[in-house]
């Protein structure tokens, strides 16, 4: 068979089976053949109301509901847990192009029309060779203060340059197509509890396949400000009645089908009632001490949402969400580029000022990567295709805000004409379960003892 | 043969006919199908005439004509307005039974010229021989895409189809079939084959007698040199095919399980009948429990569609797109080849996301505060509500705490001004709540 453009068919079916991998786990789309399924697939889903906090969630990996409101409301209670966010960049961002190497003699040669001038961004301190691509000076700030880690050329050996496979590779957290666990849901299933499903948090419409579990539920909601109840042409005293009509409506009935829905309705009254506080257009929803980039995206919002979601007091420790962009830049790269950064960069910045003004800063730890790395050499259409090592940075108040792993140059590129990695995002993983989760490696990641671990705290 | 209801047959359950085997009444409809009776209501469904698409004719949010094959979402639009025009409602919705049976994405197959197609497939064959349908669905250009059916060659056999030929479309999990069965099915399947083209995609769906597998296959126990018609066959005739294939067509018209002995009578009328599908549902929507059991929790479609109809409004905005999928029905992208779960149709997400819908739905007809015509008295002011919404029938206490809202929301109208704007706030907020209540989720 054969496919115009194979690279980005693949990456947009890939994403197609991977929605149906979330929702459901069943009869997914023949892809490529030896792909592997997404961490999660075939875990069952159920909806859940955590009323006393106001948040519907879908909840995974638990085949009953159990007495999620108690679980979560002890975890509330007991000693704040260190949070790990993970920011997923899709599609393999062109680590050449985050900190481009504007005095390594290969760049210009290898990037004709797409090297960036040693004018176009701040240089890098920590090595002279690199610069900051121009969209990341928030970034810079707060690399400045100490706050940011950054990994120039994070991967691991053999690489792969399917999206699908790598991902799931950083997913799962081992180069093994057959592991159907998410990392982040291996360590709650070690070290989580079976209560508590806002433990492992994806932060949009589906589970994040990182953070799929085996036995400890965990849940994924799309933002505590979307439940908003409005009927055209009613307001005023009128439209309170109206919507405190729902709850006699949602009274319990004899008939079992008239008694499910009049039960969603109680329910959904419930929730609105408890997520008023955070609904849009009441204020300032979300309490958000900072200004958070406006954009048609939602990562800002969702990120403020987070902040929010920490500030009230939820059980959070493991969080995954997607950040904007398309980082698949097979063609006119530049532009793409610079504005899935610019967004990422503003938005992580609001956020940990955000933290910092709610005095939660030393409990969040952000790791933001991508599947891949992109081809030294560019190609003829103003773009990049796959390649290996890829960036990723820590961000935080309490990181060591030193580089992991040197940036390898481009004079030893590998056999494909990639970037060969200087530190393992298994190592990494293995380092943040045991340096900021306090978890143990060895039960989480495979092969653990093999790792080295850099250190990632100050 | 199967019970038969021998109850009264009025408005009601006129109405409850409707919206099972349909998307509801129009405004009178319920009333006039009581009147043939039982047995010529469901005959009227069962053999309507030639079709006839009534009222307004479909276009998107900017009065443009619905590009089904092009525009992102108008798939699903041209369908909904199917669903609210047609005069078969049984045939249309024979048409979504089928779609969730032999439940195909778009996210699988992507194009939708391909996925029209096998809907068209599922109208023209919804209520005769299900051998016939079986067949054609198992050649069908989207389900070779969506179930790797043109990926399974006798060189490198591609179980998909195979498996989900028994387990979901004829025979039921683990009934009857062992994984050895799977695998000979798959080799009976192979052969069909597809081109790629530049522009259009998958094109010239065949059958390649080169890449078919004519060996000797073991399937139940029977020996041959089985092909893809012989595939289709032996499950048919299989001896848990009946049981399989009654029951789950019930669950479609009836949401709890039919009785031991309905369920053989349901069995025998489809075998004798050379199994076809219209006795077969005949027989259910003349059955006492459809009339006389639980209610059933109408599908997001089912339930846009019936609110359109009943207001007579016609597809005038590519809302509906967005709306269905955040109810969890998005028509053309079921969640996977097992189709809908009707039990999750309800939860407090796609609760609010129904809200919207009848909000959406009611809007063109939002009253103005300041027209200040309104009775100020709450059982018109109900009644009015009712009327919109085509008369539905309701239970006694939706009907007295939509009365009591509307009361104290006319108690709260001490000043001149809330005297005169307040009926239209009333009855607008009256709308939208029996539009949202229990009852009208529920058929």
């Known amino acids: ?458 | 043969m199967p019970p038969v209801y021998r109850g009264a047959f009025g408005k009601p359950q006129a109405e409850r006919l409707l919206w099972r085997a349909g998307f509801g009444p129009r405004p009178g409809e319920a009333e006039r199908l009581a009147r043939l009776g039982l047995d010529g209501a469901v005959r009227s469904l069962t053999h309507p005439r030639r079709e006839r698409l009534r009222g307004p004719k479909p276009h998107d949010g900017r009065g443009r004509r619905l590009a089904p094959y092009d525009a992102w979402g108008h798939d699903q639009l041209w369908w909904l307005d199917r669903m609210v025009r047609t005069s078969r409602p049984l045939a249309e919705r024979m048409t979504l039974v089928w779609h969730d049976w032999f439940a195909t994405s778009r996210d699988g197959v992507g194009s939708a010229r391909l996925m029209l197609r096998q809907n068209k497939l599922f109208r023209r064959r919804g209520l005769s021989s299900f051998p016939v349908l079986l067949a054609e669905v198992t050649c069908d250009p989207a389900m070779l895409l969506w179930l790797s059916g043109t990926d399974n060659t006798r060189w490198s056999p591609n179980e998909n189809y195979a498996r989900e030929l028994m387990e979901l479309f004829t025979l039921g999990a683990g009934r009857g079939y062992t994984e050895r069965d799977v695998r000979q099915q798959a080799r009976a399947l192979t052969g069909w084959h597809n081109d790629w083209s530049e522009n259009l995609g998958p094109v010239r769906f065949r059958y390649d007698k080169e890449r078919h597998d004519p060996g000797v296959k073991t399937i139940f126990g029977k020996r041959g040199h089985f092909d893809w018609r012989d595939s289709c066959h032996l499950c048919v005739h299989h001896r848990l095919h009946p049981s399989f294939f009654v029951t789950k067509l019930w669950s479609y018209f009836v949401p709890v399980p039919p009785k031991a002995g309905t369920k053989r009578a349901l069995e025998r009328l489809y075998v004798r009948s050379g199994y076809e599908v219209r006795p077969v549902v005949e027989a259910i929507l003349r059955h006492p429990a459809l009339y006389t059991g639980p209610r059933m929790v109408k599908p997001p479609a089912v339930y846009v569609a019936g609110l359109l109809r009943a207001l007579k409004r016609g597809i005038d905005t590519d809302s509906w797109t967005w709306l269905m999928s955040l109810a969890g029905q998005q028509l053309f992208y079921p969640p996977n080849v097992g189709g809908w779960d009707d039990a999750r149709w309800l939860d407090t997400a796609t609760y609010r996301a129904r809200w919207i819908m009848a909000s959406y739905a009611i809007r063109p007809h939002v009253l103005k505060s300041d027209k200040g015509k309104l009775p100020n008295d709450a059982a018109k002011l109900l009644r009015r509500a009712e009327a919109l919404l085509g008369e539905p029938t309701l239970t006694g206490h939706t009907h007295a705490e939509l009365k009591r809202f509307a009361k104290r929301a006319l108690s709260d109208a001490h000043s001149q001004w809330k005297k005169e704007q307040y009926p239209a706030l009333i009855e607008n907020a009256l709308r939208q709540l029996l539009a949202v209540s229990p009852d009208l989720q529920t058929c």
């Open chain 1, 1 to 458: 068979m054969d496919r115009p453009c194979h690279h980005c068919d693949e990456f947009s079916r890939a994403s197609l089976l991977r929605r149906g991998a979330a929702e459901a786990g069943r009869g997914l789309p023949g892809i490529e053949p030896g792909m592997p399924s997404p961490a999660g697939t075939g875990l069952d889903r159920r909806t859940f109301v955590a009323g006393a906090f106001g948040l519907a969630l879908s909840v995974y990996g638990l085949g009953k509901l159990g007495l999620f409101e108690d679980g979560i409301a002890r975890a509330a209670s007991g000693p704040a847990q260190p949070v790990l966010v993970s920011v997923f960049l899709p599609g393999g961002a062109d680590s050449l192009s985050v900190l481009y190497p504007v005095l390594d003699p290969n760049y210009k040669k290898l990037r004709p029309k797409l090297a960036l001038p040693a004018s176009a961004g701040p240089q890098f301190s920590e090595d002279n060779r690199l610069h900051w691509h121009p969209s990341l000076t928030p970034f810079v700030t707060l690399h400045g203060e100490g706050k940011v880690s950054v990994l120039p050329a994070v991967g691991y050996t053999h690489p792969d340059q399917s999206h699908f496979t790598s991902r799931h590779f950083w997913e799962v957290g081992a180069t093994d197509a057959r592991l159907s666990t998410g990392w982040m849901g291996r360590y709650l299933d070690h070290a989580g509890t079976r209560d508590n499903p806002l433990q492992g948090l994806s932060l949009e419409y589906q589970l994040q396949p990182s953070l799929a579990s085996a036995k400890v539920p965990v849940a994924a909601v799309a933002g505590p400000d979307d439940y908003g109840f409005y009927a055209p042409g009613v307001w005023g005293e009128v439209e309170e009645r109206m919507l405190e009509t729902l709850k006699p409506l949602g009274a319990r009935r004899s008939d079992p089908f008239l008694n499910q829905a009049a039960k969603a309705t109680a329910q959904s009254d419930r929730l609105r009632r408890q997520l008023a506080p955070f609904a849009a257009g009441n204020g300032n929803g979300f309490g958000s001490p900072v200004t958070y980039p406006q954009s048609d995206d939602s990562f800002p919002h969702r990120l403020a949402g987070l902040a929010a979601m920490l500030g009230a007091g939820l059980p959070l420790h493991c969080v995954a969400l997607t950040g904007p962009g398309e980082y698949d830049t097979h063609a006119d790269q530049p532009k793409a580029l610079a504005d899935g950064l610019d967004l990422t960069a503003r938005s992580l910045f609001a956020f940990q000022r955000d933290l910092e003004a709610r005095g939660l800063s030393d409990r969040v730890l952000t790791l933001v990567w991508s599947e891949f790395g992109r081809r030294g050499e560019e190609n003829g259409s103003d773009g990049t295709d796959h390649g290996a090592a890829g960036t990723a940075f820590l961000i935080g108040s309490r990181v060591r805000g030193q580089m992991i792993g040197e940036f390898p140059g481009l004079n030893n590129l590998d056999k494909d004409g990639n970037l060969r990695p200087t530190s393992d995002f298994r190592a990494l993983y293995c380092a943040l379960v045991e340096q900021w989760l306090g978890g143990d490696a060895a039960a989480v990641i495979p092969g653990a003892r093999s790792f080295g671990r850099p250190a990632l705290l100050s």
